[in-house]
């Protein structure tokens, strides 16, 4: 029986997009994890592995000692060592506390690649004062990421602050009607806030990367 390559690198991935391959890491074995990684680390790049299970998490860490694992964001990431330039700077906000976990991917994915962020969390639009005190945070930004669930209303209020692009992310934290995050994406999608972007539910990972993206242009 002829072997199956189970894992075909994305060698070019770095100089089309400015960051590497990244790791799916839900329905793949640990060896298959451990390959993938080594074939990154080979080339010296940031290796971040998301939806990673606590027990696979722990396990990449013992095969991979400068890796670290962040069990509330589900990321196993090795910095590439690479520091970004300060004139790209990042920001994230969050709605309230339980957007920590989408957030925390989207930060941790950008902690791998070099970049600093600043991050400013529990600020919803139920007590707006919060982000209020931090607008001057908000407008020396080069991109803003903004993790909120419930109605979803942060992103729009945000970007009628700020003239920075702005990347909403809707999360899945809400009683009955908010959908699992439906309610959210559906309100940043039809803001009036012009110019907002939206990615996936719980997404905070393509937040990251759209936000690499943009600085790496800036």
Request: charged share 25%; aromatic share 6%; hydrophobic share 45%.
């Amino acid at each position: 029986m002829k072997k199956i390559k189970e894992i075909n690198y994305d060698e070019s991935r770095s100089e089309r997009c400015g960051f590497p391959e990244f790791i799916y890491g839900e329905g793949k074995t640990l060896d298959q994890l451990r390959n993938v990684v080594r074939e990154i680390r080979k080339r010296q790049e940031a290796v971040v592995v998301t939806r990673l299970c606590f027990e696979n998490g722990l396990k990449l860490k013992k095969f991979f000692r400068e890796g670290v694992y962040d069990e509330r964001a589900r990321v196993f990431y090795i910095k590439s060592g690479k520091i970004r330039s300060a004139r790209s700077k990042i920001t994230i906000v969050t709605a309230g506390t339980c957007d920590l976990p989408v957030a925390l991917e989207a930060l941790r994915t950008l902690e791998a690649c070099g970049f600093k962020c600043d991050f400013i969390a529990d600020s919803g639009v139920a007590g707006i004062h919060r982000l209020m005190r931090n607008v001057e945070v908000l407008r020396q930004a080069d991109v803003i990421i903004a993790v909120a669930g419930m109605e979803g209303a942060l992103p729009s209020v945000i970007g009628g602050l700020v003239s920075c692009p702005v990347i909403a992310v809707p999360t899945s934290v809400g009683y009955g009607t908010s959908m699992k995050g439906i309610a959210a994406m559906l309100a940043m999608l039809n803001s009036c806030a012009n110019g907002v972007t939206v990615v996936n539910i719980d997404n905070g990972f393509g937040a990251a990367c759209a936000a690499m993206r943009i600085a790496n242009t800036t």
